[in-house]
């Protein structure tokens, strides 16, 4: 999961007022990387992650007379496309909606913020419940003076368990994905991120709290089964308490383990059977400033490659104080051979060789491939 916030990229064509207002809101924009989603606006040009969400607003034919705008709406890697004018995803930035593909080369197509008041279309299914993953809810909840309205009884119940009185909801429902979510990230407190885990057990489903303080938060893996957990981050101000609230919308059981892969599989051709996801995980040294990339991933089919990488790798919490694991999740797209290429090296030292290199070829039979 990426972290919430936005990444923003380079606009040309300030001769244009589009231009103009880019130029205004730039500083604004790149002061605000770690802002709640809800003050997120895509209508500035830029790349903006949420989760496995991405969404991309660019400038076409800039600062010429056929000047127009461009929205992108991806999920776990993957273009989304709409089959009519008006169909809209629920998104962590509120509801986007299709506004089609015209003729000429200026105006607005692809995706947009839908317009509050505007009624009509049709809110097209989530893309985690399209493919039949689990799928988990989470809320973050903190201490405060008086009790929030809105709040689940449940929910209440739970946090009296723990020792809680009254709360405050510090973020709404959102789907646990796996790139971590930041819940906070202060000089004060400390760090703490979410991510949901691969579903390996029948009959359990986990979620990864990362940070300051680390741990798995296991619960029944089963649809409406709940849980409440409280994390506690101590600093100069003073211990803070955290509430996670997780509700199973889908456990799908159905759904296939992970294939998963280690330094082992290094220079093999490995043949994916039965599984959806591929999961490489690798060591890291803790204080070297390494961290394994994606370097490529390239199918040898002419309409591409078997798997994909989604997101970013994640950490893997850990006791040992010098190692520390990366995961590299890929998923089954299509069937074939995929070479899949990673590297080991500090983000900030582009030209410089790798310290080590993984290669692994999937080979990903007819039966194997994701519907």
């Known amino acids: 999961m990426d972290e919430p916030g936005v990444i923003t990229g380079i606009v040309c064509g300030y001769r244009s007022w589009i231009g103009l207002a880019v130029l205004l809101a730039w500083g604004a924009v790149c002061n605000g990387a770690d802002e709640p989603m809800r003050k997120t606006d895509l209508n500035t040009p830029g790349t903006y992650r949420s989760g496995q969400w991405e969404y991309k607003h660019i400038i076409t034919s800039p600062g010429s007379r056929s000047e127009g705008q461009k929205g992108m709406l991806f999920f776990a890697g993957k273009e989304l496309t709409a089959a009519a004018t008006g169909d809209y995803y629920e998104t962590p930035w509120g509801k986007i909606e299709w506004v089609g593909e015209p003729a000429t080369l200026w105006g607005v197509r692809g995706?947009?913020?839908?317009?509050?008041?505007?009624?009509?279309?049709?809110?097209?299914?989530?893309?985690?419940?399209?493919?039949?993953?689990?799928?988990?809810e989470a809320m973050v909840l903190t201490d405060a003076e008086t009790q929030a309205t809105g709040v689940d009884k449940w929910i209440v119940d739970e946090v009296a368990k723990l020792g809680g009185k009254n709360v405050a909801v510090a973020r709404s429902w959102f789907i646990a994905g796996t790139q971590a979510e930041t819940i906070t990230d202060t000089k004060l407190n400390g760090r703490l991120t979410l991510r949901a885990a691969a579903a390996r057990d029948a009959s359990t489903?986990?979620?990864?709290?990362?940070?300051?303080?680390?741990?798995?938060?296991?619960?029944?893996r089963k649809d409406g089964a709940t849980k409440v957990v409280r994390k506690v981050l101590g600093g100069l101000s003073g211990d803070v308490n955290y509430y996670l609230a997780f509700r199973v919308i889908k456990a799908a059981p159905e759904w296939p383990k992970p294939m998963d892969l280690g330094a082992e599989s290094n220079g093999k051709e490995v043949v994916v059977k039965d599984s959806r996801e591929i999961?490489?995980?690798?060591?890291?040294?803790?204080?070297?400033?390494?961290?394994w990339q994606v370097k490529r991933v390239q199918g040898d089919s002419p309409k591409g490659s078997s798997v994909v990488a989604v997101g970013t790798p994640q950490s893997v919490p850990a006791n040992d104080l010098r190692t520390a694991h990366t995961e590299v999740l890929l998923k089954v797209v299509g069937t074939g051979k995929t070479l899949v290429e990673l590297e080991l090296k500090r983000s900030w030292e582009t030209e410089k060789k790798a310290e080590k290199t993984f290669e692994v070829t999937l080979d990903v039979p007819a039966a194997s491939k994701s519907k």
Request: proline share 7%; with cysteine.
């Open 111 to 136: 995706w947009f913020l839908r317009d509050q008041n505007r009624t009509g279309g049709r809110e097209l299914p989530a893309p985690w419940l399209a493919e039949g993953c689990p799928v988990v």
């Open 205 to 220: 489903l986990t979620m990864i709290c990362d940070g300051s303080k680390a741990s798995t938060e296991a619960f029944e």
């Open 279 to 291: 999961i490489i995980t690798l060591p890291v040294e803790r204080t070297s400033g390494l961290a």
